[in-house]
T-cell receptor
Framework: GQNIDQPTEMTATEGAIVQINCTYQTSGFNGLFWYQQHAGEAPTFLSYNVLDGLEEKGRFSSFLSRSKGYSYLLLKELQMKDSASYLCAVMDSNYQLIWGAGTKLIIKP | ETGVTQTPRHLVMGMTNKKSLKCEQHLGHNAMYWYKQSAKKPLELMFVYSLEERVENNSVPSRFSPECPNSSHLFLHLHTLQPEDSALYLC??????????????FGPGTRLTVL
């Protein structure tokens, strides 16, 4: 079966750095996405990785290792507004997005 | 209106009611999606439409019936639902559905409660 694993909840301090991991087992691979979802709101796109390596976009970076079936989202200089759920999703060989259950990130002052 | 809109935002219905959820995208995209989001569970893809044709139906019970009259509008018709169908129903769109890099844009969702 297809599976995406990510931690259920993480806590970090304002101004710090946090890394959210995602491991996957899917039928084929056409890219990995990270989305942010604030409580009661729609998911919004953060990043897309299809090749191995690190993609940096401002305070957020995303890393992919296809051989290990592993990705992480790195958030730097954490702000209170970063409190949200972070969803990892992999596009399989049928172009369907397979989603993880999300990681709820709690930022403390 | 911009992006993806959904109405209603909240819906409470009995098990014998019939209701419809509406989604509209103003992005000129060719693909539209219905997802179900239950607490602490992964997003479940229900239906995919590409250029108004259904291309995926992930074993969804027949009490959920989608309709895509044009590339901008998507409906989800509901009838004789069960309490376990209570969830957040999200609509999304993307430029195409077979391009790996296409990000999906989500609407705000309809919070459905079945009594």
């Amino acid at each position: 079966g297809q599976n995406i694993d990510q931690p259920t909840e993480m806590t970090a301090t304002e101004g710090a750095i946090v890394q959210i991991n995602c491991t996957y087992q899917t039928s084929g691979f056409n890219g990995l996405f990270w989305y942010q979802q604030h409580a009661g709101e729609a998911p919004t796109f953060l990043s897309y990785n299809v090749l191995d390596g690190l993609e940096e976009k401002g305070r957020f970076s995303s890393f992919l290792s296809r051989s290990k079936g592993y990705s992480y989202l790195l958030l730097k200089e954490l702000q209170m507004k970063d409190s949200a759920s972070y969803l990892c999703a992999v596009m399989d060989s049928n172009y369907q997005l397979i989603w993880g259950a999300g990681t709820k990130l709690i930022i403390k002052p | 209106e911009t992006g993806v809109t959904q109405t209603p935002r909240h819906l409470v219905m009995g098990m014998t009611n019939k209701k419809s959820l509406k989604c509209e995208q103003h992005l000129g995209h060719n693909a539209m999606y219905w997802y179900k989001q239950s607490a602490k569970k992964p997003l479940e893809l229900m239906f995919v439409y590409s250029l108004e044709e259904r291309v995926e139906n992930n074993s969804v019970p027949s009490r959920f019936s989608p309709e895509c009259p044009n590339s901008s509008h998507l409906f989800l018709h509901l009838h004789t639902l069960q309490p376990e169908d209570s969830a957040l129903y999200l609509c999304a769109s993307s430029q195409d559905w077979t391009s790996g890099s296409n990000e999906q844009f989500f609407g705000p969702g309809t919070r459905l409660t079945v009594l």
